[in-house]
């Protein structure tokens, strides 16, 4: 069973600093994507960022030269560095992974990450 753990959200002020932290456990086969969404009140559930097994990494517009999405499959975990933090970044953020050929995919229960003006 599959299971990913979110941490690191908070409270943090405009301009400020966060990283999130996704542990994952369990069985799961590479090829694999690991990345972070969103979820603002009311709001439905947007991309942030991706990270393939491979490396490659694929990011929202609205995060693009702020946020940086990394991934050590040594340790089994997927990050988000996320500075010059905007109160629009505000939401849950839900960590997920999705394999490559059997689109079987998991969600986390996410953490939440609150940036106040």
């Known amino acids: 069973q599959v299971q990913l753990v979110e941490s690191g959200g908070g409270l943090v002020q405009v301009g400020g600093f966060l990283k999130l932290f996704c542990a994952a456990s369990?069985?799961?086969?590479?090829?694999?994507?690991m990345g972070w969404y969103r979820q603002a009140p009311g709001k439905q559930r947007d991309l942030v960022a991706t990270v393939s097994s491979g490396g490659n990494t694929n990011y929202a517009d609205s995060v693009r030269d702020r946020f940086t999405a990394s991934r050590d499959d040594n340790k089994r975990t997927l990050y988000l560095e996320m500075h010059n933090l905007k109160p629009e970044d505000t939401g849950v953020y839900y960590c997920h992974l999705e394999e490559t050929y059997s689109r079987r995919d998991y969600w986390g229960q996410g953490t939440q990450v609150t940036v106040s003006s």
């Open positions: 369990g069985s799961f086969s590479r090829p694999n994507r």
